[in-house]
Nanobody, 134 residues
Framework: EVQLQASGGGLVQPGGSLSLSCTAS??????????VGWFRQAPGQEREAISC????????YFSNSIQGRGTISRDDARKSVRLVVDNLEPEDAAVYFC?????????????????????????WGKGTLVTVSS
């Protein structure tokens, strides 16, 4: 069974850093075929794609909401992706989800970019709650 496991949520103070990990298991193909990223959804808000990373072409994407504060990396050998968001603000409080789409189904242009978040995802992890409070 294919699974994406997200970890690293919890309580973070304003101005602090958030580190989230997404680890995959159960795949019958190489992990590097997946474009993996993160969405978040705050109460009463729409779900927002905030970041993604591809393997071969090495492209990354950050939404305007975390641009300049986010770093994303992947370790294909460990089948994991890590997102760090610095200088957290109360507006960053949300449930964060990792998700992935097979690169072979992303045609035309960079596999990871603004449009990635608008594509149907092939795999979703369970959400992890992030609270920003002092």
């Amino acid at each position: 069974e294919v699974q994406l496991q997200a970890s690293g949520g919890g309580l973070v103070q304003p101005g602090g850093s958030l580190s989230l990990s997404c680890t995959a298991s159960g795949f019958s193909f190489d992990f590097d075929r997946l474009v993996v990223g993160w969405f978040r959804q705050a109460p009463g808000q729409e779900r927002e794609a905030i970041s993604c990373v591809s393997s071969g072409e090495g492209s990354t994407y950050f939404s305007n909401s975390i641009q300049g504060r986010g770093t994303i990396s992947r370790d294909d050998a460990r089948k994991s992706v890590r997102l760090v968001v610095d200088n957290l603000e109360p507006e960053d409080a949300a449930v964060y989800f990792c998700a992935a789409r097979d690169i072979l189904s992303i045609l035309g242009g960079p596999a990871c970019g603004a449009r990635w978040g608008h594509l149907p995802m092939d795999y979703w992890g369970k959400g992890t709650l992030v609270t920003v409070s002092s």
